[in-house]
């Protein structure tokens, strides 16, 4: 079945540092892919998505391309705010269907000053 | 901006009781979701729902669960005699069709707490 891999949390970083958290999903087909925010005590919000191989997803400085040949799509910001703070999930929708969301198992990043 | 609308925002219940977690999706949309959070845990999908009727279902959604919407704005998730493992986040989202391209609208949640 469909699933998705995000690399363990959590992550603290400094201001201004990049980021990245990686993503790797399994799919038959040709998935959509997502990346949601969850801010501490908030729901879920769409951050980024791409819909198709090699397209960019990109909001509020974070960006991930869709790499079908490796199976990824890694999320990346050039420098982060303390704003920037939550909880991150990688997701992937099937081509058909109900179109139910895969969720990876979230990464919990801190942003120090 | 619209928004999907979950009540109550946390609730606490007595194990064997049963409990309605309330969702307004967005008005014009046609697909709704139920998903759950266990603390700590990824976020797992429950049902889906589509034309008034279950369009898939994960393992976890068992005859304990139900889904209703009973006009034309609400959209609920009963769970009929709740278990101790039922204590999670559980989001409410919607789809104003199939494809992903105009993707999901999550609400807020409801933290259900079986005691």
């Known amino acids: 079945g469909n699933s998705v891999t995000q690399m363990e949390g959590p992550v603290t970083l400094s201001e201004e540092a990049f980021l990245t958290i990686n993503c790797t999903y399994t799919a038959t087909g040709y998935p959509s892919l997502f990346w949601y925010v969850q801010y501490p005590g908030e729901g879920l919000q769409l951050l980024l998505k791409?819909?198709?191989?090699?397209d960019k997803g990109s909001n509020k400085g974070f960006e991930a391309t869709y790499r079908k040949e490796t199976t990824s799509f890694h999320l990346e910001k050039g420098s982060v705010q303390v704003s920037d703070s939550a909880v991150y999930f990688c997701?992937?929708?099937?081509?058909?269907?109900?179109?139910?969301?895969?969720f990876g198992q979230g990464t919990r990043l801190t942003i120090n000053p | 901006e619209p928004e999907v609308t979950q009540t109550p925002s946390h609730q606490v219940t007595q194990m064997g009781q049963e409990v309605i977690l309330r969702c307004v999706p967005i008005?014009?949309?046609?697909?709704f979701y139920w998903y759950r959070q266990i603390l700590g845990q990824k976020v797992e999908f429950l049902v889906s729902f589509y034309n008034n009727e279950i369009s898939e279902k994960s393992e976890i959604f068992d005859d304990q669960f139900s889904v209703e919407r009973p006009d034309g704005s609400n959209f609920t998730l009963k769970i009929r005699s709740t278990k101790l493992e039922d204590s999670a986040m559980y989001f409410c989202?919607?789809?104003?069709?199939?494809?992903?391209?105009?993707?999901?609208?999550f609400g807020s949640g409801t933290r259900l707490t079986v005691v």
């Open positions: 008005s014009n949309h046609l697909y």
């Open positions: 989202a919607s789809n104003l069709d199939s494809f992903t391209d105009y993707g999901y609208t």
């Open positions: 997701a992937l929708s099937a081509s058909q269907g109900a179109q139910k969301l895969v």
């Open positions: 791409a819909t198709k191989a090699d």
